[in-house]
């Protein structure tokens, strides 16, 4: 609708244009004549835009379609808060600068001091927000590792299967020419050899833990021990 031809209110309704009344037979054109499900009064809604005006007193007050916008806008989506509001008072844990030294896996169960990886939600206090967080392990113990964290540098003991790697391996792996993954089903999986890089610390852990196959004993062969011993001295 042509903005010249919209209602002056203060004049009773009239178009800006036409001075008849609203709406003229220009506007009329543009417009869609409906009933206001409060007051049962003539409101004219545009066919093209989402504009509307609602003809005579108003039945609601400025409070009251304030309230009815938000509750519309809650209906089409959760609403959002910065979820520090709700994160508890975070307890004491010790600070310390950035650990000096840096490893990056490059095999199953290659996890020493020095290791970044993602601290999963619910592997810190909930002070620390219900987030994944950058930490690196300064000390490898199971079922609980020593982790510094990237954000404000503390220090946490995190169990070992609340962590995982971040991507320095896999970068490292690609950057090697190496292919990690394969595509199935419009989805992508890692590799059977590259299956540790979605493990747990813990499953590290464990796989370093259990003993290596002993390689199997070579058959004798009984040619080269005679069952006759008559001529041994």
């Known amino acids: 609708m042509p903005d ?3 209602p002056s209110i203060a004049d009773g309704w009239t178009c800006r244009a036409c001075s008849t009344a609203w709406p003229c037979i220009t506007a009329a054109e543009h ?3 409906i009933q206001c499900s409060t007051c049962g009064s003539a409101t004219w809604s545009e066919t093209s835009s989402p504009r509307s005006w609602h003809v005579g007193p108003r039945c609601y007050t400025e409070a009251e379609g304030v309230a009815a916008r938000a509750e519309d806008a ?3 989506r959760a609403p959002h808060y910065p979820p520090s509001h709700y994160y508890p008072p975070k307890p004491h ?3 310390r600068q950035r650990p000096p030294y840096r490893h990056t896996p490059t095999g199953p169960g290659d996890i020493q001091p020095g290791t970044t990886v993602w601290v999963k939600p619910g592997g810190l206090h909930p002070g620390w927000g219900n987030i994944h967080q950058l930490a ?3 000390r490898v113990d199971a079922p609980k590792c020593e982790a510094w964290l990237i954000l404000d540098g503390s220090v946490h003991q995190v169990r070992a299967d609340r962590m995982i790697l971040d991507d320095g391996p896999r970068n490292d792996a690609r950057a090697a020419g190496h292919d990690l993954t ?3 089903g419009g989805r992508w999986y890692l590799l059977p050899d590259w299956q540790w890089l979605g493990w747990t610390i813990a499953e590290h852990l464990e796989h370093r833990q259990v003993p290596a196959p002993a390689p199997a004993a070579e058959p004798v062969q009984e040619t080269l021990f005679p069952a006759d011993h008559t001529g041994c001295v």
Do not use: N, S
């Open 136 to 138: 690196v392990i300064t």
């Open 74 to 76: 809650a209906k089409g």
């Open 182 to 184: 394969r595509q199935e």
């Open 31 to 33: 417009l869609m004549r």
């Open 93 to 95: 844990r010790p600070v």
């Open 4 to 6: 010249a031809h919209l």
